[in-house]
């Protein structure tokens, strides 16, 4: 036997973006953009028995005395996304992030085809108050943040939202052979849609040294809504399996830890760099919502 697959993706990406500084003491970055992807994706094989010699392998299926069905396949989708993003910086002290997403894919049905994800970050670079001058011979960096942000989950088959009829052959022979035949429809859920995770986290950043040790720390929650799972049971004597669509809530919480430190010396004549990292995270998660 032998097969062959094809993967072809195309993007096409457009970005704007605008930096203006108003003074010392203002800036600001702002960027729109516009997004298209195509996935497409298609198969070959074919097959066969009883060769005469085995030098032919599968570069010549059709001496095969037995030749077997060939099968190929194909499918593809797109999507389509509109993102904006803001930066406002007030004197190297207080930072402000604001960024939307408007995605559509065609896995969806047209009336759930499009999902809006925004988000938000502020930031405080305490280090930078005038109250901490005296911390600037040790002290590099201290911030404070806090964000908020919505992001969009598409990972699921195409067609889904389509009750496809499957073709296929007989695997026993009727009249002079092997015939076609289809199958009925399988059940569709009842929404299928984006999963959307949305995350709160509260952070701090720690530069001392110079910048050799550095200490990070983050608490954060995250809501993930909208989960492609199995659906609701359905009684056995319907004769088919139910579908899978958005039935399913899960809940995060957890908090990370991240302590680093980096230097070098001098080591017979040269500069030698090290560094060491250590790490400490713990989450728990409950499932909120599940047929």
């Given at each position: 036997?032998?097969?062959?697959s094809?993967?072809?993706?195309i993007i096409?990406e457009n970005?704007?973006?605008?930096d203006k500084?108003f003074?010392?003491?203002?800036a600001?970055?702002?960027?729109?953009g516009?997004t298209?992807?195509?996935?497409q994706?298609n198969?070959?094989?074919g097959?066969?028995t009883?060769?005469l010699r085995?030098?032919?392998?599968?570069?010549n299926?059709g001496?095969?005395?037995?030749?077997?069905t060939?099968?190929?396949?194909?499918s593809d989708?797109r999507?389509?996304?509109?993102?904006g993003?803001?930066?406002?910086?007030?004197?190297?002290?207080?930072l402000?992030?604001v960024?939307?997403?408007y995605?559509?894919s065609?896995?969806f049905p047209?009336?759930?085809?499009?999902?809006?994800?925004?988000?938000?970050?502020?930031?405080?670079?305490?280090s930078?108050?005038?109250?901490?001058?005296?911390t600037r011979s040790w002290?590099d960096?201290l911030?404070?943040?806090?964000?908020v942000?919505?992001?969009?989950?598409?990972?699921?088959?195409?067609?889904?939202?389509?009750?496809t009829m499957?073709?296929?052959?007989?695997?026993?022979?009727?009249g002079?052979?092997?015939v076609n035949?289809?199958?009925?429809p399988?059940?569709?859920?009842?929404?299928?849609t984006w999963?959307?995770?949305?995350t709160y986290d509260?952070?701090?950043?720690?530069d001392m040294f110079?910048?050799r040790?550095?200490?990070?720390?983050d608490?954060?929650?995250?809501?993930?809504?909208d989960?492609y799972?199995?659906?609701p049971?359905?009684?056995?004597?319907?004769g088919t399996?139910q579908?899978?669509?958005?039935?399913a809530?899960?809940k995060t919480?957890?908090?990370e830890?991240?302590?680093s430190?980096?230097?070098?010396?001098k080591?017979?004549?040269?500069d030698?760099h090290y560094g060491?990292k250590?790490?400490?995270?713990?989450s728990?998660?409950?499932i909120?919502?599940?047929?």
């Amino acid at each position: 036997s032998k097969s062959k697959s094809n993967y072809y993706t195309i993007i096409n990406e457009n970005i704007l973006t605008y930096d203006k500084r108003f003074n010392k003491n203002h800036a600001l970055n702002l960027m729109g953009g516009v997004t298209f992807q195509t996935y497409q994706y298609n198969d070959l094989g074919g097959s066969g028995t009883g060769f005469l010699r085995d030098v032919y392998e599968t570069n010549n299926l059709g001496v095969a005395s037995t030749p077997g069905t060939p099968s190929s396949g194909y499918s593809d989708y797109r999507m389509a996304s509109f993102l904006g993003r803001a930066n406002y910086n007030l004197m190297e002290r207080y930072l402000l992030t604001v960024t939307a997403r408007y995605d559509g894919s065609s896995k969806f049905p047209v009336n759930e085809m499009w999902g809006f994800f925004p988000s938000a970050s502020a930031a405080w670079r305490i280090s930078e108050e005038k109250f901490m001058e005296g911390t600037r011979s040790w002290l590099d960096n201290l911030k404070l943040r806090f964000s908020v942000g919505a992001l969009g989950n598409g990972n699921v088959d195409p067609y889904k939202f389509l009750p496809t009829m499957s073709i296929d052959k007989t695997g026993v022979i009727v009249g002079d052979g092997q015939v076609n035949y289809t199958s009925y429809p399988g059940l569709i859920p009842n929404n299928l849609t984006w999963e959307k995770v949305t995350t709160y986290d509260v952070g701090v950043d720690v530069d001392m040294f110079k910048n050799r040790l550095t200490i990070g720390f983050d608490w954060y929650r995250r809501n993930t809504t909208d989960m492609y799972t199995v659906g609701p049971t359905l009684p056995e004597v319907l004769g088919t399996t139910q579908p899978k669509g958005n039935y399913a809530n899960l809940k995060t919480k957890g908090w990370e830890l991240t302590l680093s430190w980096r230097d070098n010396f001098k080591l017979a004549g040269s500069d030698f760099h090290y560094g060491v990292k250590f790490m400490l995270w713990d989450s728990q998660s409950w499932i909120t919502k599940y047929n």
